[in-house]
């Protein structure tokens, strides 16, 4: 125990000298989150929008009026049929499209209650939602003001359906992307890269020569690390609440939990890449393409899994980070609690472990 | 095994390493006394390296008996360990570390309580002249110091035998002499002394040497009787003739 409390001091050494180290660690997530959370996901401004009125009535020309005296919108020329939506969202002309059904104002007199469709073009995302949000605004600013004048409530609710990606997958729930990004970056990258330099430098046959296990090796390795990716997950978190006003709806204590878990696992990626590469170059190059890309790329946090070809999307099935961004999205964002991730969170402790034995069988090897 | 084995720092017995049709350690028997100065001589490739990897327990042999500090290399690798001190051929100490804090890794790692640590450490540093060095990073010292140092945290844990890869290599002939007091202290301490080296004039230093060829060991006597066995007065003819004989590269 004394032993491996010596060697943990060291890594921590390590660690604190070595400013690259110290700027990947703690740069990076500040970095990224500022980054992910002004740069791109700024106002959006002019969408072009189209309204076919079937009432051209008092509440639907005052809808219109409304949507045009915004700064969001372009209202282009009205259309007269479904199928000219269609071809005008092909040409990209329009982004968005606004449907009334006739006679709006007699059902929300009568009723009380009436339906507008919203139509956006959800091929990009980020701006569909955006827009939604924006004509739901002011429907429902609208819509107050009638209840301030109306002895009964009106209610005008916006049917939205999202084509392309009905899902709605890849809106701006970026945070829980950038969380494993990071840990991917900072535990894979970061361990691996730790223990390759000491076969570099040869202090690793040092270790080995000693009567310290190897077992102990990896364990002191990792433990830094864990520590660290965790005061990066308090960093990140506070960021994300202070900064970018982003609310954490569930645990907080499953959100550690599962963090923890995701961390192991990717340690024990690292320490995989480690067994499999005697230079520092190599594993960083692993780490960075072998594991950040698909990251990026395939859990679905940049772009929707749902449109990628079937093969990507099998593909995906293998990344860690894949899971750990479902269970963050779900802890974080939504406010679900263990019952809803028991299957991410096991499939996710299921690679942990199997991960973690490779790498320890593979560490004996080098030995024999 | 019998008893005299006990006496002896380090036995080995038809000792074997084969990699598939290769026979990288090649049936070596040969035993090395207690506070001895052994030198450990072969050309690059001659199989120096697989065997002190064996004795060190970093590798299993394929076949025949080794002891090292009187325990089995096959099952007690684990006390083996405990028991040697290793110093490569590569610099082995932490050059973002300061001297100090490496001497306390290293002790840390063989199990010694800070009181000792402290202890061994101030007496070390003051021998090697080092003492106002302590806080300095090992990046910053001039190499020669560097191996003084690296050689001094192999022996700090008082291990019975200690085994140096090539240790001065790269370092000069000032240096070097001073390199080898220090190995001559620690053998008049007890700790018997492993050592390997290319340098013929370290070879004369030692008490005995074997060179190795081609996996076997085809001389093992002191330097003075190789000389007169192979009709030479230098240790470079020594080694010549032999590696003359090596039928692979």
């Given at each position: 125990m004394k032993q491996l409390l010596a060697f943990i001091r060291k890594e921590f050494y390590h660690v604190f000298r070595d400013k690259r180290t110290l700027l990947i660690l703690f740069g990076l997530p500040v970095v990224q989150i500022l980054l992910f959370g002004f740069a791109l996901s700024s106002e959006v401004k002019n969408i072009g929008i189209a309204v076919l009125d079937n009432s051209h009535d008092v509440t639907s020309e005052e809808i219109v009026r409304r949507i045009k005296t915004s700064s969001y919108f372009l209202v282009k020329d009205p259309v007269l049929n479904y199928a000219e939506i269609e071809n005008r969202f092909k040409t990209g002309e329009i982004k968005c499209a606004l449907l009334f059904p006739s006679h709006l104002a007699e059902d929300l007199g009568r009723s009380g209650k009436a339906q507008v469709q919203v139509i956006t073009d959800a091929s990009d995302p980020n701006n569909a939602t955006i827009a939604v949000s924006y004509i739901t605004a002011i429907l429902a600013n609208y819509q107050q003001q009638l209840n301030h004048t109306a002895s009964i409530p009106y209610q005008i609710i916006p049917q939205v359906r999202q084509l392309y990606n009905e899902e709605q997958n890849g809106s701006l729930n970026f945070i829980p992307g950038v969380i494993a990004l990071i840990f991917m970056i900072v535990c894979t990258a970061l361990t691996s890269v730790s223990v390759v330099r000491e076969k570099e430098l040869g202090t690793m046959e040092i270790l080995l020569v000693s009567p310290f296990k190897p077992l102990m090796v990896l364990v002191a390795k990792a433990v830094p690390y864990l520590a660290l990716s965790i005061v990066n997950f308090i960093i990140i978190l506070v960021l994300s609440v202070?900064?970018?006003?982003?609310?954490?709806?569930?645990s907080l204590l499953l959100l550690f939990a599962e963090s923890i878990l995701f961390i192991i696992t990717c340690l024990s990626l690292g320490l995989v890449i480690s067994n499999q590469t005697n230079s520092q170059k190599t594993a960083m190059l692993i780490s960075m393409m072998g594991m950040m890309l698909p990251t990026m790329l395939l859990t679905g946090f940049m772009f929707p899994l749902e449109n990628m070809p079937w093969i990507f999307q099998a593909l995906s099935h293998v990344i860690p980070s894949r899971y750990y961004y479902i269970i963050i999205k779900a802890v974080m964002l939504k406010g679900l609690g263990f019952s809803y991730v028991w299957k991410e969170t096991l499939i996710l402790a299921g690679m942990a472990v199997f991960l973690l034995i490779v790498s320890l069988k593979r560490f004996k090897v080098t030995l024999a | 095994m019998d008893n005299t084995f006990k006496d002896k720092a380090i036995v080995c017995k038809s000792l074997t390493k084969q990699f598939g049709d290769f026979k990288?350690?090649?049936?070596i028997t040969f035993d090395v006394e207690q506070g001895e100065i052994f030198g450990f001589l072969g050309a690059n490739g001659a199989g120096k390296t697989t065997a002190m990897r064996i004795l060190c327990g970093l590798s299993h042999p394929t076949s025949g008996e080794a002891t090292v500090a009187g325990y089995n290399v096959y099952k007690e690798a684990e006390k083996i360990k405990a028991n040697i001190g290793y110093m490569s051929q590569k610099f082995s100490l932490y050059e973002n570390l300061t001297v100090y804090e490496n001497i306390e890794f290293y002790g840390g790692v063989y199990g010694l309580s800070r009181p000792e640590i402290k202890q061994r450490s101030e007496a070390m540093l003051n021998r090697l002249g080092l003492a106002a060095e302590a806080k300095k990073m090992v990046g910053e010292l001039p190499l020669g110091w560097k191996q003084k140092l690296a050689f001094s945290v192999a022996v700090l844990h008082r291990p019975k035998i200690v085994f140096l890869d090539e240790p001065t290599g790269g370092v000069d002939p000032i240096t070097r002499r001073q390199f080898w007091d220090l190995i001559y202290e620690a053998a008049a301490d007890g700790i018997t002394v492993f050592v390997t080296t290319h340098y013929m004039d370290e070879a004369e230093y030692c008490k005995r040497i074997s060179v190795m060829v081609d996996g076997r060991v085809e001389a093992l006597d002191s330097p003075g009787n190789l000389k007169k066995q192979f009709n030479t007065d230098s240790m470079d003819e020594v080694f010549l003739q032999l590696a003359r004989r090596a039928k692979r590269s």
């Amino acid at each position: 125990m004394k032993q491996l409390l010596a060697f943990i001091r060291k890594e921590f050494y390590h660690v604190f000298r070595d400013k690259r180290t110290l700027l990947i660690l703690f740069g990076l997530p500040v970095v990224q989150i500022l980054l992910f959370g002004f740069a791109l996901s700024s106002e959006v401004k002019n969408i072009g929008i189209a309204v076919l009125d079937n009432s051209h009535d008092v509440t639907s020309e005052e809808i219109v009026r409304r949507i045009k005296t915004s700064s969001y919108f372009l209202v282009k020329d009205p259309v007269l049929n479904y199928a000219e939506i269609e071809n005008r969202f092909k040409t990209g002309e329009i982004k968005c499209a606004l449907l009334f059904p006739s006679h709006l104002a007699e059902d929300l007199g009568r009723s009380g209650k009436a339906q507008v469709q919203v139509i956006t073009d959800a091929s990009d995302p980020n701006n569909a939602t955006i827009a939604v949000s924006y004509i739901t605004a002011i429907l429902a600013n609208y819509q107050q003001q009638l209840n301030h004048t109306a002895s009964i409530p009106y209610q005008i609710i916006p049917q939205v359906r999202q084509l392309y990606n009905e899902e709605q997958n890849g809106s701006l729930n970026f945070i829980p992307g950038v969380i494993a990004l990071i840990f991917m970056i900072v535990c894979t990258a970061l361990t691996s890269v730790s223990v390759v330099r000491e076969k570099e430098l040869g202090t690793m046959e040092i270790l080995l020569v000693s009567p310290f296990k190897p077992l102990m090796v990896l364990v002191a390795k990792a433990v830094p690390y864990l520590a660290l990716s965790i005061v990066n997950f308090i960093i990140i978190l506070v960021l994300s609440v202070f900064l970018l006003k982003v609310e954490i709806r569930g645990s907080l204590l499953l959100l550690f939990a599962e963090s923890i878990l995701f961390i192991i696992t990717c340690l024990s990626l690292g320490l995989v890449i480690s067994n499999q590469t005697n230079s520092q170059k190599t594993a960083m190059l692993i780490s960075m393409m072998g594991m950040m890309l698909p990251t990026m790329l395939l859990t679905g946090f940049m772009f929707p899994l749902e449109n990628m070809p079937w093969i990507f999307q099998a593909l995906s099935h293998v990344i860690p980070s894949r899971y750990y961004y479902i269970i963050i999205k779900a802890v974080m964002l939504k406010g679900l609690g263990f019952s809803y991730v028991w299957k991410e969170t096991l499939i996710l402790a299921g690679m942990a472990v199997f991960l973690l034995i490779v790498s320890l069988k593979r560490f004996k090897v080098t030995l024999a | 095994m019998d008893n005299t084995f006990k006496d002896k720092a380090i036995v080995c017995k038809s000792l074997t390493k084969q990699f598939g049709d290769f026979k990288a350690v090649d049936q070596i028997t040969f035993d090395v006394e207690q506070g001895e100065i052994f030198g450990f001589l072969g050309a690059n490739g001659a199989g120096k390296t697989t065997a002190m990897r064996i004795l060190c327990g970093l590798s299993h042999p394929t076949s025949g008996e080794a002891t090292v500090a009187g325990y089995n290399v096959y099952k007690e690798a684990e006390k083996i360990k405990a028991n040697i001190g290793y110093m490569s051929q590569k610099f082995s100490l932490y050059e973002n570390l300061t001297v100090y804090e490496n001497i306390e890794f290293y002790g840390g790692v063989y199990g010694l309580s800070r009181p000792e640590i402290k202890q061994r450490s101030e007496a070390m540093l003051n021998r090697l002249g080092l003492a106002a060095e302590a806080k300095k990073m090992v990046g910053e010292l001039p190499l020669g110091w560097k191996q003084k140092l690296a050689f001094s945290v192999a022996v700090l844990h008082r291990p019975k035998i200690v085994f140096l890869d090539e240790p001065t290599g790269g370092v000069d002939p000032i240096t070097r002499r001073q390199f080898w007091d220090l190995i001559y202290e620690a053998a008049a301490d007890g700790i018997t002394v492993f050592v390997t080296t290319h340098y013929m004039d370290e070879a004369e230093y030692c008490k005995r040497i074997s060179v190795m060829v081609d996996g076997r060991v085809e001389a093992l006597d002191s330097p003075g009787n190789l000389k007169k066995q192979f009709n030479t007065d230098s240790m470079d003819e020594v080694f010549l003739q032999l590696a003359r004989r090596a039928k692979r590269s």
